[in-house]
C-alpha cells in the first residue's frame, strides 16, 4: 500500500526554499505572487501499519520542532486541509487571491538519493519499506493566471527534461504502469553490408551514432571480411570508441593548414614542448585520465580539467553535478587511484542581464544556467568534502545557447601506485552505483552542435549526480588500494563501461557477461546495458585470488560490487548476455581502425580597427565601470557557497583582504597536514583575445595563470600546465585555422617559460543552432597551472597591508588595449592584443619570485583584466587603505603617452607589488634588469588616486566606492 | 574518578565516527593527534556490529560532513541510526564520564538525536523523543563558508575555557540554532549549557555576517548537563595550523590556531583521570 506523506514548515518559522522561490519568481518578472510555502512530499510503498506510518513521519521524515505532516492512506484520510488549516495558507494578501499548487516529480529512472536514504532510514526504525518516491509541492497564493503559473512551473520550478510537473492535482500517487515491463532478448543486426552511402548515412543517423560516411564504409568493410552484420551493441561500442569526445580525431588528424600538412596537431604542439622539456618530475603525461608530476618524497601530485558543456546547457544543475562528479573519477582513476583534494571550476555564460526577448528558442536563461551550474557544482563538492578553491566565470553573449562548465580535480596519491596494468585472467569489477538508462549517447551527443531540439532528442543524455555514492567508492576504493587489492582500474564516463572496458581490455581482450550488471529498474537492453553512462561507477582488473578480499572492503561501505567479466587475452572484445553472443571486435579494429581524417584550416587575422577614443581628466567612472563589469567583478556570491577550507590544507584562500573579501589570484593548499610543502593552482584564460588572434589568447592565457602563481609566492622552476580548448564547429576552415593558432601559441609559449604541459582535452562543435542562425562559442581555451611550492609560509596575498610602504609596477605597459576591458565598455574590441614579450616575461617572474623567496614583498596582485589600474584598485580596497600612484613613474614602451593606455592596457607579464620602505633597496637590487617603476605609496586614508603623467588627478575615488562598484553587480 | 578504557603509553583514546558522506575525518584525526590522542577512524557499520568497541575509547566525535547526504534534514538520518542501534552504548559512555563532541554535522547529529542538551542531568529528551532546540536552514537560505569569531560564555564544558575569543570557520547551510519555547533557551542559558556564541571581532554580540546563520541569541555551540557533550557548529579542526588562518599573510603566523584549544582541553581533561 503506498502511502503519501507531506512534510511542510510551521507558519511560524521560514519556510527557507520558498523564499529563495519567491525571489527567483521575483527576478522573471511576475510580481502579484504575495505567499508561497513549500511541501516535501514523500510516498512510501510497503507493508505498513497507521502506526508505523506516524512512526517514519514522527521520528524520521519531520523535525518536529519546525514541521508538520499530513498523510493520505495510512494514518488517516487527509486529516487535515494542508491549504486552510493547518498551514494557514492563501490568507495573506489580496482579497481575491487565487491558490495555485505546483508539484514536481522526478521522472522515472533519473536518479533521486533521497529515496534510498528513506528506505535506509526507515529500516533503522526496525521497519521496511518496498519503495520511495519523492517530489515537491509549491503553493502559490497572488493574483495569477494560469499561464503565469505554467510560466512559473517552467522557468523556476522545474526542468522538464528531468521532471514531471502537475499543476492543481491533489492525492497524486504516481502509479507506474510500466513498472512490469521485462526485457525480453532479441539479438538486433544491422543490415549494412548490402547498404548503399545513403543507408548507411541513414543508419549512422537513426541510431545517434555520428559516424560520417568514410567511417561507415570502414565499418562496412571490417564486417564484410567476417561476411555478417554488426549487431547492434557493436555498432554502438565502435560509434563510442571513435566519438571525437573519446578519439580526439580533429586534433589528432591531418589538417591541411593553408597547405601546410599538420600530421597530428597535439602532438606537434601541446605534447612536444613536454618531450622538448623533458622534466624529470613529470611523472605520467597525456596517457593516464590525468597528469602526474612529483610532490614530494612520498606522494605525487595528478591533476584533471574536463569540459561538461553539452549537458548543462540543457539541465544546469544535472550537467554541473556530472561535470565535477566525472573530473574526481577522473583523478579516482589515475594510477591506481589518488585522493581527491581540491576542485577547480571555470565557466562561460551569457550575460546574467540579457533580456528575455533575446534568448533563443529552447534555451534556458543565463542566470537560469549560473545559478543551477553553480548550485551542482557546489552540492557535489561540497558532499564529497573536496575543498573548491579556485575558478573563474566568464561571460559573453556568445555562450548563451551553448555555456562551457569545466571542472577540474587534483588528487595526491602515493609514488608506488602510479602504474597499473591488467593481467590476462584478471576478473572485471564493477563498483558503485546502479545502471539505469542514464546518459545514453552521451558521449556521441557531446560531440556534436547543440540545436533547439537538442532537449528533445537528448533528454537522456542528461543525468543527476549522487555525490554521497561516490564520496563511498573514494572511501573503500583507497583502502582496497592501500592493501593492493587490484592492477588496474578507470573510471566509467563518457561512453560507459563500452570505453572503460575498451580501453582496459585494448591490450588484452574482455569478455563481459552483460546480464550480471546490476540495475536500477528492469527492462534494459545488452545494448544500454552497455553504453549507458550512469555516474558513480569504476571499472577494477581484480586478481581472481583477491576476488572475496575485495568484495568485502567494498560491502562493508555499503557500496555494491559486482565481477562482470574477466581480460582474457585472445584481444577480442567479446559480449553475452545471457550466454548468447552479442558483440565479438577485434580490438585493433576498434582502437586503430578509425580511418584517418583530413581537414582544411585557414587563418586570417580578423581586423577590428583599435578605436578613436578622446582623452579625458577623469577616469574614475571608467574605472568603476570595468570594476562592476561582468568578468571582473566579485564571485563572492558564488565563492562563499563552495566549502573551499574541507579537509584542512587551505593557505591561501580565494577571498583575501582585511575582510575576507578581495580576489586572491591563485589558491594555495597543504595537501599532507604535518608538511609545509604545498601546492599553487590558478587558471587563464580570456576569450576577447582570441577574436583577434587565439595565438595570442592562447600566449596570455598561459601568461595569466603563471603570472598567478609567481602572484603568491611561487616560482616557474615546478609548473605543469593543462589546455582544455572549447571550440565552435571545426569543420569550417576558419575556425579550425583558430585551433591552429592557439595551439602553436601554446607550444611557442610553454617552451618559453619552460612549463610543460601533462593533460588536457578538447570539446569542439560548440555552437548552437537556432532556426537558419547558428551561434558558436567564441574560442576558448582555459589554461590550468599547478606548482609544487617548497615552504607556504613564504605565500603572500594581494590585500595591502600598511600605509607607507611603497607600490611597484613590474613589467612593461605598452599599447595593448586590443580585447581589453576598457575597449569593452565603450563598445569596441580593437586589434593590438597583448603579446608575451620573449624578452622579458620570464625573467620577470623569476626576479620577482626570487624576492618574494627573501621576504622582500609584502602583497602582489597579478595585472589582467582592466590592467594596472583595476589591479592596483583592487589590492587598495581588499586591504582597506588608500594609495596614490603616478603614472609618469610606469616603465612604457616608446610610443605609450596616453594615460588611458597606461591605466588599462592589458599587457602581459606586469605585477603591482607592495614592499615596506626599508626593504626597497634590497628589493630593487633583486629586481634589477628588468623594467619597474616605483609608482607611489599606500596612505593612511580611504581615497585612491592616481596622478596623470602631467602630475594631475585622473582618479580619485574613495575605495568604499570603488569597492561597492565591484560588489553590486553580483549580488544577488 | 577514573575511566575504564585500555590504553597505549597513557594516551587518551579518540574514537572518528565514519559514515557514508562523512567528510571532515581527515583533519579532525590531525587536530585531535596534535592535540595528543590516538585516534581511530570507525565506520559505524563496525560500531553496529560490534557494539563492545565504543567503549575502548575515551573520546567520541562525530565529525563534520553531509552524512547520507543530509537527505530529509541535515544529520538526521544518523541520528536515527544512532538512536535505534547505539543508544545504550553512547549514554553509557557519557555516564562513564567519557567525552563526547559533535561538529558541525555532528552537532546536527547530536541534537536531533537528543544527546544534547539533555537537560537536567538526565539526558531526559532521549526518553519520549521530545525534541526542544533544533539547527536547521541558515536565513541566507544557502551554504555559506566563512570565518566566525566565537566567544564563550560558560565554564561548563571541559572542552571550552570561559571568556575567551575564538576565531574559525563555519561552512553549512542548516545551523540556524532555533529553541521550540522562549523559556526552554532561557533554561539552557541558565543552567550554563550555552558555550559558544557568535560575535564581533571585539566579542560583542552582533547581527549578520557575524551571526552567519541567524541562529537565536547568537548561538553556536551549546554542552549538555554535564558539560561532557559539546556540539558546535564552526570548524574548530579548520584552525590547527597557523597557516589557516584567513588573513596570516597580513597579521602574522600566530604559534597554532584557536581551534586546538578544544582537543587539547579534551585530551587533558582525560589524560588527568586516567
Same mark, same amino acid.
Given at each position: 500500500m503506498v502511502t503519501r506523506i507531506e512534510v511542510f514548515t510551521k507558519t511560524n518559522f521560514p519556510d527557507a526554499i520558498g523564499n529563495e522561490v519567491a525571489s527567483e519568481i521575483a527576478n522573471i518578472g511576475i510580481t502579484f505572487v504575495d505567499e508561497i510555502r513549500t511541501v516535501q512530499v514523500y510516498l512510501i510503498d510497503g507493508n505498513l501499519s497507521k502506526e508505523d506510518i506516524k512512526r517514519i513521519c514522527s521520528e524520521l521524515l519531520i523535525d518536529g520542532l519546525t514541521q508538520d505532516y499530513v498523510c493520505i492512506n495510512g494514518l488517516s484520510e487527509r486529516s487535515a486541509d494542508i491549504q486552510t488549516g493547518k498551514m494557514k495558507f492563501g490568507q495573506k494578501g489580496r482579497k481575491d487571491n487565487a491558490v495555485y499548487t505546483i508539484e514536481v516529480a522526478r521522472k522515472r529512472g533519473v536518479m533521486d538519493p533521497v529515496e534510498s536514504t528513506v528506505i535506509k532510514g526507515i529500516r533503522d526504525l526496525g521497519l521496511s519499506a518496498k519503495s520511495v518516491k519523492t517530489a515537491k509541492r509549491f503553493l502559490l497564493a497572488g493574483s495569477l493566471t494560469i499561464e503565469q503559473v505554467e510560466t512559473i512551473a517552467d522557468k523556476v520550478l522545474a526542468n522538464k527534461i528531468i521532471e514531471d510537473v502537475f499543476i492543481n492535482k491533489d492525492n497524486l500517487f504516481y502509479e507506474d504502469k510500466n513498472d512490469t515491463i521485462d526485457y525480453v532478448f532479441h539479438r538486433n543486426t544491422l543490415e549494412i553490408l548490402n547498404a548503399d552511402d545513403e543507408q548507411l548515412l541513414l543508419i549512422s543517423q537513426m541510431g545517434q551514432l555520428y559516424l560520417n560516411l568514410q567511417e561507415m564504409k570502414a565499418v562496412q568493410e571490417y564486417f564484410a571480411t567476417f561476411g555478417r552484420n554488426p549487431t547492434d551493441v557493436e555498432l554502438e561500442t565502435i560509434a563510442q570508441t571513435w566519438s571525437e569526445h573519446c578519439m580526439h580525431k580533429t586534433f589528432r588528424g591531418i589538417i591541411d593548414y593553408d597547405g601546410k600538412l599538420i600530421d597530428n596537431l597535439l602532438a606537434n604542439t601541446v605534447m612536444k614542448v613536454t618531450s622538448e622539456l623533458n622534466k624529470p618530475w613529470c611523472v605520467s603525461v597525456f596517457k593516464d585520465n590525468a597528469g602526474i608530476v612529483e610532490f614530494d618524497e612520498n606522494y605525487n601530485i595528478c591533476f584533471k580539467v574536463e569540459t561538461h558543456n553539452h549537458p548543462s546547457a540543457i539541465e544546469p544543475y544535472g550537467g554541473a553535478n556530472t561535470g565535477i562528479g566525472g573530473v574526481i573519477r577522473d583523478t579516482l582513476g589515475t594510477g591506481l587511484g589518488a585522493k581527491p583534494i581540491l576542485n577547480t571550476d571555470v565557466f562561460c555564460f551569457g550575460p546574467l542581464d540579457m533580456r528575455q526577448e533575446m534568448i533563443p528558442e529552447g534555451v534556458l536563461h543565463p542566470k537560469r544556467i549560473f545559478k543551477g551550474v553553480v548550485a551542482g557544482v557546489r552540492d557535489y563538492g561540497n558532499r564529497m568534502g573536496i575543498p573548491t578553491a579556485n575558478g573563474a566565470i566568464f561571460f559573453d553573449e556568445r555562450y548563451t545557447g551553448n555555456p562551457l562548465v569545466y571542472c577540474g580535480n587534483v588528487g595526491l596519491i602515493p609514488k608506488d601506485k602510479c602504474k597499473k596494468v591488467s593481467h590476462e585472467g584478471d576478473l572485471i569489477l564493477l563498483v558503485g552505483g546502479r545502471t539505469g538508462r542514464d546518459g545514453i549517447h552521451g558521449a556521441t551527443f557531446s560531440s556534436v552542435e547543440l540545436t533547439h531540439q537538442s532537449e528533445v532528442v537528448s533528454g537522456g543524455a542528461v543525468q543527476i549526480g549522487d555525490p554521497i555514492m561516490e564520496k563511498k567508492v573514494t572511501d573503500a576504493l583507497l583502502m582496497a588500494r592501500d592493501r593492493g587489492l587490484y592492477n588496474n582500474i578507470t573510471d566509467c564516463g563518457a561512453g560507459g563501461l563500452s570505453s572503460a572496458v575498451g580501453e582496459m581490455g585494448e591490450e588484452l581482450g574482455a569478455v563481459v557477461d552483460l546480464e550480471k550488471v546490476p540495475l536500477k529498474y528492469d527492462g534494459l537492453s545488452y545494448s544500454e546495458i552497455w553504453i549507458s553512462e550512469a555516474q558513480e561507477r569504476m571499472v577494477l582488473s581484480v586478481p581472481p585470488g583477491n576476488m572475496e578480499e575485495i568484495r568485502e572492503v567494498f560491502e562493508r561501505e555499503d557500496v555494491e560490487v559486482t565481477f562482470i567479466g574477466k581480460f582474457t587475452g585472445d584481444k577480442r572484445l567479446r559480449l553475452r548476455y545471457k550466454g548468447e553472443d552479442v558483440a565479438d571486435i577485434e580490438m585493433a579494429f576498434l582502437h586503430d581502425g578509425l580511418p584517418g581524417m583530413t581537414r582544411k584550416a585557414t587563418w586570417r587575422s580578423p581586423s577590428h580597427k583599435d578605436p578613436a577614443i578622446n582623452e579625458k581628466k577623469d577616469y574614475g567612472e571608467d574605472l568603476k565601470k570595468i570594476l562592476s563589469s561582468w568578468n571582473v567583478c566579485s564571485k563572492e556570491w558564488v565563492i562563499r557557497q563552495y566549502d573551499h577550507e574541507v579537509q584542512g590544507g587551505s593557505v591561501m584562500k580565494p577571498l583575501q583582504g582585511v575582510n575576507n573579501d578581495g580576489p586572491g589570484d591563485a589558491c594555495i593548499i597543504r595537501p599532507v597536514l604535518n608538511s609545509n610543502k604545498g601546492i599553487i593552482v590558478s587558471n587563464g584564460m580570456n576569450p576577447k583575445y582570441g577574436d583577434i588572434d587565439p595565438y595570442y589568447m592562447a600566449a596570455s592565457a598561459i601568461d595569466e595563470a603563471l603570472r598567478q602563481i609567481v602572484s603568491v609566492g611561487g616560482s616557474l622552476e615546478r609548473v605543469a600546465l593543462l589546455d582544455n580548448f572549447s571550440w565552435g564547429n571545426t569543420s569550417k576552415p576558419e575556425c579550425l585555422g583558430g585551433l591552429v593558432r592557439a595551439a602553436k601559441g601554446c607550444y611557442d609559449t610553454a617552451l618559453y617559460y619552460e612549463t610543460p604541459f601533462i593533460s588536457g582535452k578538447d570539446s569542439l562543435n560548440n555552437e548552437f543552432k537556432s532556426g537558419d542562425k547558428t551561434i558558436s562559442i567564441p574560442p576558448t581555451l582555459l589554461i590550468s597551472a599547478i606548482c609544487i611550492m617548497p615552504d607556504v609560509t613564504k605565500a603572500i596575498s594581494m590585500d595591502v597591508k600598511s600605509p607607507d610602504n611603497l607600490i611597484y609596477i613590474l613589467g612593461m605597459t605598452k599599447n595593448e588595449l586590443g580585447g581589453s576591458h576598457y575597449y569593452y565598455i565603450h563598445g569596441f574590441i580593437g586589434n593590438s592584443v597583448p603579446k608575451v614579450d620573449t624578452g622579458i616575461g620570464k625573467k620577470t617572474m623569476d626576479l620577482l619570485a626570487s624576492a618574494t623567496e627573501k621576504g622582500l614583498v609584502r602583497s602582489c596582485h597579478d595585472c589582467s583584466e582592466g590592467g594596472l589600474a583595476v589591479a592596483a584598485a583592487e589590492m587598495s580596497f581588499a586591504g582597506g587603505y588608500g594609495m596614490e600612484l603616478d603614472l609618469s613613474q610606469v616603465p612604457v614602451e616608446e610610443g605609450v603617452d596616453r594615460d588611458d593606455v597606461i591605466l588599462f592596457a592589458e599587457s602581459n607579464s606586469r605585477f603591482i607589488v607592495e614592499v615596506q620602505p626599508e626593504k626597497h633597496q634590497e628589493f630593487e637590487k633583486t629586481i634589477s634588469g628588468i623594467p619597474y617603476g616605483c609608482i607611489g605609496k599606500v596612505l593612511d586614508d580611504d581615497i585612491f588616486t592616481i596622478l596623470s603623467q602631467n602630475g594631475e588627478k585622473v582618479i580619485s575615488e574613495k575605495i568604499s566606492d570603488l569597492k561597492e562598484a565591484w560588489q553590486a553587480t553580483l549580488r544577488l | 574518578m577514573t575511566i575504564k578504557a585500555e590504553t597505549l603509553n597513557n594516551k587518551p583514546k579518540a574514537i572518528i565516527l565514519r559514515t557514508a558522506g562523512t567528510n571532515c575525518d581527515y583533519e579532525t584525526k590531525y587536530a585531535l593527534e596534535k592535540a595528543g590522542a590516538d585516534v581511530d577512524l570507525v565506520h559505524v557499520n563496525q560500531l553496529v556490529k560490534d557494539k563492545g568497541l565504543l567503549g575502548s575509547y575515551h573520546i567520541f566525535v562525530l565529525p563534520g560532513g553531509f552524512t547520507y547526504g543530509d537527505d530529509i534534514a541535515a544529520g538526521k538520518v544518523l541520528a536515527n541510526q544512532l538512536r535505534h542501534h547505539l543508544l545504550d552504548e553512547l549514554m553509557q559512555f557519557v555516564d562513564d564520564g567519557k567525552l563526547v563532541i559533535g561538529i558541525c554535522n555532528g552537532f546536527q547529529v547530536l541534537i536531533k538525536m537528543g544527546l544534547l542538551p539533555g537537560i537536567n542531568g538526565t539526558h531526559s529528551s532521549l526518553n519520549g523523543y521530545r525534541q526542544e532546540f533544533t539547527l536547521t536552514y541558515n536565513d541566507s537560505s544557502k551554504f555559506e563558508d566563512r570565518w566566525v569569531y566565537l566567544k564563550s560564555f560558560s565554564n561548563k564544558s571541559v572542552f571550552v575555557d570561559k571568556d575567551c575569543l575564538l576565531y574559525v570557520p563555519i561552512a553549512h547551510a542548516e545551523g540556524k540554532f532555533v529553541a521550540g519555547k522562549e523559556g526552554e533557551l532561557k533554561a539552557l542559558g541558565k543552567s550554563g549549557q550555552i558555550i559558544f556564541k557568535y560575535a564581533d571581532k571585539d566579542g560583542n554580540i552582533a547581527n549578520y555576517p557575524w551571526n552567519p546563520n541567524g541562529s537565536m541569541d547568537n548561538i553556536a555551540g551549546i554542552c549538555d548537563s554535564t558539560g561532557r557533550v559539546l556540539g558546535m557548529m564552526p570548524h574548530p579542526e579548520r584552525y590547527i595550523e597557523p597557516t589557516q588562518h584567513p588573513r596570516w599573510t597580513r597579521e602574522g603566523l600566530k604559534?597554532? $590556531?584557536? $581551534?586546538?584549544a578544544i582537543f587539547r582541553n579534551a585530551v587533558n581533561y582525560i589524560a588527568g583521570i586516567l
Amino acid at each position: 500500500m503506498v502511502t503519501r506523506i507531506e512534510v511542510f514548515t510551521k507558519t511560524n518559522f521560514p519556510d527557507a526554499i520558498g523564499n529563495e522561490v519567491a525571489s527567483e519568481i521575483a527576478n522573471i518578472g511576475i510580481t502579484f505572487v504575495d505567499e508561497i510555502r513549500t511541501v516535501q512530499v514523500y510516498l512510501i510503498d510497503g507493508n505498513l501499519s497507521k502506526e508505523d506510518i506516524k512512526r517514519i513521519c514522527s521520528e524520521l521524515l519531520i523535525d518536529g520542532l519546525t514541521q508538520d505532516y499530513v498523510c493520505i492512506n495510512g494514518l488517516s484520510e487527509r486529516s487535515a486541509d494542508i491549504q486552510t488549516g493547518k498551514m494557514k495558507f492563501g490568507q495573506k494578501g489580496r482579497k481575491d487571491n487565487a491558490v495555485y499548487t505546483i508539484e514536481v516529480a522526478r521522472k522515472r529512472g533519473v536518479m533521486d538519493p533521497v529515496e534510498s536514504t528513506v528506505i535506509k532510514g526507515i529500516r533503522d526504525l526496525g521497519l521496511s519499506a518496498k519503495s520511495v518516491k519523492t517530489a515537491k509541492r509549491f503553493l502559490l497564493a497572488g493574483s495569477l493566471t494560469i499561464e503565469q503559473v505554467e510560466t512559473i512551473a517552467d522557468k523556476v520550478l522545474a526542468n522538464k527534461i528531468i521532471e514531471d510537473v502537475f499543476i492543481n492535482k491533489d492525492n497524486l500517487f504516481y502509479e507506474d504502469k510500466n513498472d512490469t515491463i521485462d526485457y525480453v532478448f532479441h539479438r538486433n543486426t544491422l543490415e549494412i553490408l548490402n547498404a548503399d552511402d545513403e543507408q548507411l548515412l541513414l543508419i549512422s543517423q537513426m541510431g545517434q551514432l555520428y559516424l560520417n560516411l568514410q567511417e561507415m564504409k570502414a565499418v562496412q568493410e571490417y564486417f564484410a571480411t567476417f561476411g555478417r552484420n554488426p549487431t547492434d551493441v557493436e555498432l554502438e561500442t565502435i560509434a563510442q570508441t571513435w566519438s571525437e569526445h573519446c578519439m580526439h580525431k580533429t586534433f589528432r588528424g591531418i589538417i591541411d593548414y593553408d597547405g601546410k600538412l599538420i600530421d597530428n596537431l597535439l602532438a606537434n604542439t601541446v605534447m612536444k614542448v613536454t618531450s622538448e622539456l623533458n622534466k624529470p618530475w613529470c611523472v605520467s603525461v597525456f596517457k593516464d585520465n590525468a597528469g602526474i608530476v612529483e610532490f614530494d618524497e612520498n606522494y605525487n601530485i595528478c591533476f584533471k580539467v574536463e569540459t561538461h558543456n553539452h549537458p548543462s546547457a540543457i539541465e544546469p544543475y544535472g550537467g554541473a553535478n556530472t561535470g565535477i562528479g566525472g573530473v574526481i573519477r577522473d583523478t579516482l582513476g589515475t594510477g591506481l587511484g589518488a585522493k581527491p583534494i581540491l576542485n577547480t571550476d571555470v565557466f562561460c555564460f551569457g550575460p546574467l542581464d540579457m533580456r528575455q526577448e533575446m534568448i533563443p528558442e529552447g534555451v534556458l536563461h543565463p542566470k537560469r544556467i549560473f545559478k543551477g551550474v553553480v548550485a551542482g557544482v557546489r552540492d557535489y563538492g561540497n558532499r564529497m568534502g573536496i575543498p573548491t578553491a579556485n575558478g573563474a566565470i566568464f561571460f559573453d553573449e556568445r555562450y548563451t545557447g551553448n555555456p562551457l562548465v569545466y571542472c577540474g580535480n587534483v588528487g595526491l596519491i602515493p609514488k608506488d601506485k602510479c602504474k597499473k596494468v591488467s593481467h590476462e585472467g584478471d576478473l572485471i569489477l564493477l563498483v558503485g552505483g546502479r545502471t539505469g538508462r542514464d546518459g545514453i549517447h552521451g558521449a556521441t551527443f557531446s560531440s556534436v552542435e547543440l540545436t533547439h531540439q537538442s532537449e528533445v532528442v537528448s533528454g537522456g543524455a542528461v543525468q543527476i549526480g549522487d555525490p554521497i555514492m561516490e564520496k563511498k567508492v573514494t572511501d573503500a576504493l583507497l583502502m582496497a588500494r592501500d592493501r593492493g587489492l587490484y592492477n588496474n582500474i578507470t573510471d566509467c564516463g563518457a561512453g560507459g563501461l563500452s570505453s572503460a572496458v575498451g580501453e582496459m581490455g585494448e591490450e588484452l581482450g574482455a569478455v563481459v557477461d552483460l546480464e550480471k550488471v546490476p540495475l536500477k529498474y528492469d527492462g534494459l537492453s545488452y545494448s544500454e546495458i552497455w553504453i549507458s553512462e550512469a555516474q558513480e561507477r569504476m571499472v577494477l582488473s581484480v586478481p581472481p585470488g583477491n576476488m572475496e578480499e575485495i568484495r568485502e572492503v567494498f560491502e562493508r561501505e555499503d557500496v555494491e560490487v559486482t565481477f562482470i567479466g574477466k581480460f582474457t587475452g585472445d584481444k577480442r572484445l567479446r559480449l553475452r548476455y545471457k550466454g548468447e553472443d552479442v558483440a565479438d571486435i577485434e580490438m585493433a579494429f576498434l582502437h586503430d581502425g578509425l580511418p584517418g581524417m583530413t581537414r582544411k584550416a585557414t587563418w586570417r587575422s580578423p581586423s577590428h580597427k583599435d578605436p578613436a577614443i578622446n582623452e579625458k581628466k577623469d577616469y574614475g567612472e571608467d574605472l568603476k565601470k570595468i570594476l562592476s563589469s561582468w568578468n571582473v567583478c566579485s564571485k563572492e556570491w558564488v565563492i562563499r557557497q563552495y566549502d573551499h577550507e574541507v579537509q584542512g590544507g587551505s593557505v591561501m584562500k580565494p577571498l583575501q583582504g582585511v575582510n575576507n573579501d578581495g580576489p586572491g589570484d591563485a589558491c594555495i593548499i597543504r595537501p599532507v597536514l604535518n608538511s609545509n610543502k604545498g601546492i599553487i593552482v590558478s587558471n587563464g584564460m580570456n576569450p576577447k583575445y582570441g577574436d583577434i588572434d587565439p595565438y595570442y589568447m592562447a600566449a596570455s592565457a598561459i601568461d595569466e595563470a603563471l603570472r598567478q602563481i609567481v602572484s603568491v609566492g611561487g616560482s616557474l622552476e615546478r609548473v605543469a600546465l593543462l589546455d582544455n580548448f572549447s571550440w565552435g564547429n571545426t569543420s569550417k576552415p576558419e575556425c579550425l585555422g583558430g585551433l591552429v593558432r592557439a595551439a602553436k601559441g601554446c607550444y611557442d609559449t610553454a617552451l618559453y617559460y619552460e612549463t610543460p604541459f601533462i593533460s588536457g582535452k578538447d570539446s569542439l562543435n560548440n555552437e548552437f543552432k537556432s532556426g537558419d542562425k547558428t551561434i558558436s562559442i567564441p574560442p576558448t581555451l582555459l589554461i590550468s597551472a599547478i606548482c609544487i611550492m617548497p615552504d607556504v609560509t613564504k605565500a603572500i596575498s594581494m590585500d595591502v597591508k600598511s600605509p607607507d610602504n611603497l607600490i611597484y609596477i613590474l613589467g612593461m605597459t605598452k599599447n595593448e588595449l586590443g580585447g581589453s576591458h576598457y575597449y569593452y565598455i565603450h563598445g569596441f574590441i580593437g586589434n593590438s592584443v597583448p603579446k608575451v614579450d620573449t624578452g622579458i616575461g620570464k625573467k620577470t617572474m623569476d626576479l620577482l619570485a626570487s624576492a618574494t623567496e627573501k621576504g622582500l614583498v609584502r602583497s602582489c596582485h597579478d595585472c589582467s583584466e582592466g590592467g594596472l589600474a583595476v589591479a592596483a584598485a583592487e589590492m587598495s580596497f581588499a586591504g582597506g587603505y588608500g594609495m596614490e600612484l603616478d603614472l609618469s613613474q610606469v616603465p612604457v614602451e616608446e610610443g605609450v603617452d596616453r594615460d588611458d593606455v597606461i591605466l588599462f592596457a592589458e599587457s602581459n607579464s606586469r605585477f603591482i607589488v607592495e614592499v615596506q620602505p626599508e626593504k626597497h633597496q634590497e628589493f630593487e637590487k633583486t629586481i634589477s634588469g628588468i623594467p619597474y617603476g616605483c609608482i607611489g605609496k599606500v596612505l593612511d586614508d580611504d581615497i585612491f588616486t592616481i596622478l596623470s603623467q602631467n602630475g594631475e588627478k585622473v582618479i580619485s575615488e574613495k575605495i568604499s566606492d570603488l569597492k561597492e562598484a565591484w560588489q553590486a553587480t553580483l549580488r544577488l | 574518578m577514573t575511566i575504564k578504557a585500555e590504553t597505549l603509553n597513557n594516551k587518551p583514546k579518540a574514537i572518528i565516527l565514519r559514515t557514508a558522506g562523512t567528510n571532515c575525518d581527515y583533519e579532525t584525526k590531525y587536530a585531535l593527534e596534535k592535540a595528543g590522542a590516538d585516534v581511530d577512524l570507525v565506520h559505524v557499520n563496525q560500531l553496529v556490529k560490534d557494539k563492545g568497541l565504543l567503549g575502548s575509547y575515551h573520546i567520541f566525535v562525530l565529525p563534520g560532513g553531509f552524512t547520507y547526504g543530509d537527505d530529509i534534514a541535515a544529520g538526521k538520518v544518523l541520528a536515527n541510526q544512532l538512536r535505534h542501534h547505539l543508544l545504550d552504548e553512547l549514554m553509557q559512555f557519557v555516564d562513564d564520564g567519557k567525552l563526547v563532541i559533535g561538529i558541525c554535522n555532528g552537532f546536527q547529529v547530536l541534537i536531533k538525536m537528543g544527546l544534547l542538551p539533555g537537560i537536567n542531568g538526565t539526558h531526559s529528551s532521549l526518553n519520549g523523543y521530545r525534541q526542544e532546540f533544533t539547527l536547521t536552514y541558515n536565513d541566507s537560505s544557502k551554504f555559506e563558508d566563512r570565518w566566525v569569531y566565537l566567544k564563550s560564555f560558560s565554564n561548563k564544558s571541559v572542552f571550552v575555557d570561559k571568556d575567551c575569543l575564538l576565531y574559525v570557520p563555519i561552512a553549512h547551510a542548516e545551523g540556524k540554532f532555533v529553541a521550540g519555547k522562549e523559556g526552554e533557551l532561557k533554561a539552557l542559558g541558565k543552567s550554563g549549557q550555552i558555550i559558544f556564541k557568535y560575535a564581533d571581532k571585539d566579542g560583542n554580540i552582533a547581527n549578520y555576517p557575524w551571526n552567519p546563520n541567524g541562529s537565536m541569541d547568537n548561538i553556536a555551540g551549546i554542552c549538555d548537563s554535564t558539560g561532557r557533550v559539546l556540539g558546535m557548529m564552526p570548524h574548530p579542526e579548520r584552525y590547527i595550523e597557523p597557516t589557516q588562518h584567513p588573513r596570516w599573510t597580513r597579521e602574522g603566523l600566530k604559534s597554532e $590556531g584557536d $581551534g586546538l584549544a578544544i582537543f587539547r582541553n579534551a585530551v587533558n581533561y582525560i589524560a588527568g583521570i586516567l
